[in-house]
């Protein structure tokens, strides 16, 4: 008559190496069976945990982006310099035009602006914004000046501007300033009602916010340069702008096209 043997369970003794097999009675041995079963699938849940924190960290000290906008190369060389190496992405435009243009591709956590830029001012930057994109008006908005004066402050401040700093810089003073401003404090303002523009005028301003000349325009869609003018002419007036540019501009802040 064959006999059944009791369950042996397996003990590693860690000191000295030695391996020994004992008898067990079954409930000992199922129990040993689920804590090893346990420890096995605890181990890549902990491994998985520890991952999932480090992308949260990762994700927490996401750098934050500033726009500068400066037209002398080597201030907003340094600026760049000193920012990114205290934890910011710097993104630099040395011009108005060019600043305007960069805050409505690509939406900046807090603006840097000079005010005497040539063509456009640093005032003139920040009025074309609230004139044709007051939904980013929630950007924080620095002005940089060599102009230490109260009127020029008092100007910058009444336009919606956050802070004024002078030239030199003191970069610790504007860390602080910036950190500061992306912790919330910001300007509020009321979108207007932007008109309804027709398809042909949505695609044709498209590819002008994109950069692209009547001409070219006219060879991609296979139509008239006279045609392509027409249309873009409409949507100018349509938005009550004064030059296509703004016009794109507009229509992008707006979301009435995606450039």
């Not at 008006?137 to 009127?151: C, K, N, S």
């Not at 300033?177 to 919330?184: D, K, L, N, S, T």
């Not at 027409?230 to 507009?250: C, G, S, V």
Request: charge should be positive.
């Amino acid at each position: 008559m064959a006999t059944s043997s009791a369950p042996r369970s397996t003990v590693i003794n860690h000191r000295t190496g030695t391996i020994h097999r004992r008898a067990c009675d079954s409930s000992q041995f199922i129990k040993g069976i689920s804590f090893r079963y346990l420890w096995l699938v605890r181990a890549p849940l902990k491994a998985d945990n520890a991952n999932l924190l480090s992308r949260a960290g990762r994700m927490a000290n996401v750098r934050k982006k500033i726009l500068c906008i400066e037209d002398d190369r080597e201030t907003a060389g340094l600026i760049a310099e000193e920012l990114t190496d205290r934890g910011f992405e710097v993104n630099v435009a040395h011009s108005g035009e060019e600043g305007l243009m960069a805050i409505m591709r690509q939406t900046p956590d807090l603006v840097l602006c000079d005010v005497g830029m040539p063509t456009m001012t640093g005032f003139e930057v920040l009025q074309r914004l609230n004139e044709i994109a007051p939904r980013l008006g929630r950007i924080p908005f620095v002005f940089l000046t060599a102009l230490a004066d109260r009127d020029n402050e008092l100007r910058g401040r009444r336009l919606g501007g956050d802070d004024y700093l002078s030239k030199p810089i003191d970069f610790e003073r504007l860390v602080i300033i910036i950190e500061a401003r992306i912790a919330g404090i910001a300007r509020t303002k009321q979108s207007p009602n932007y008109p309804k523009l027709k398809d042909r005028e949505i695609e044709v301003l498209t590819w002008a916010a994109r950069g692209k000349t009547s001409a070219d325009i006219a060879r991609k869609l296979r139509l008239s340069k006279r045609t392509i003018d027409f249309h873009l002419d409409n949507a100018r007036t349509k938005l009550r702008a004064e030059t296509r540019t703004e016009a794109a501009i507009k229509a992008a802040a707006s979301g009435l096209i995606r450039p």
